[in-house]
């Protein structure tokens, strides 16, 4: 990994680089099925507010994290949707697996006790990376949403957390 990595809370000053590197992702027909990024406003109503980091490199953002929440029903407040985003220019360096590290351990020291991911499947290198941390394939959702005017699948993952059953 060349430089130093260093993991920080997001702030809203770090929208526009993360939202360049969501539109990377968005770019590629694998990350996402948004066709656009969202204003920081719509952006920040969506996610969790303790559960978003980005990765820094020599001052520049070149990934980030956040947990969205799955529903608003209470019952479901500790499980949350995870995003992870690598800047183009720096995947393979091990970004995603600090990120994904890190937004694990503050989603738990944030009562989250289930993290679920929707993969499409051609995304080899995210579903690789969730099992790495410890989530699990639930299941395939087959013509779950279609993109581009055709159906597109998704793996389902879930992570547990260890902290289940302890409150």
Not at 59 to 78: C, I, K, T
């Amino acid at each position: 990994m060349e430089g130093t990595i260093v993991i920080e809370k997001m702030r809203s000053d770090d929208w526009e680089e993360v939202r360049a590197i969501y539109l990377e992702g968005i770019a590629t027909g694998h990350a996402t099925f948004q066709k656009e990024a969202p204003s920081w406003e719509e952006w920040d109503y969506g996610h969790n507010a303790e559960c978003r980091i980005v990765a820094c490199s020599e001052g520049e953002v070149v990934g980030w994290a956040a947990l969205s929440p799955v529903s608003s029903r209470s019952v479901y407040s500790g499980v949350g949707e995870v995003s992870v985003y690598v800047s183009q220019k720096h995947n393979g360096k091990g970004i995603g697996s600090l990120l994904l590290k890190s937004l694990i351990e503050i989603s738990e020291q944030n009562d989250f006790w289930t993290l679920q991911s929707s993969i499409f499947p051609e995304n080899e290198g995210s579903i690789k990376l969730h099992k790495k941390y410890g989530f699990r394939e639930v299941g395939r959702r087959e013509r779950i949403g279609k993109m581009d005017g055709v159906w597109r699948d998704t793996v389902w993952l879930e992570r547990r957390s260890r902290i289940v059953g302890d409150q």
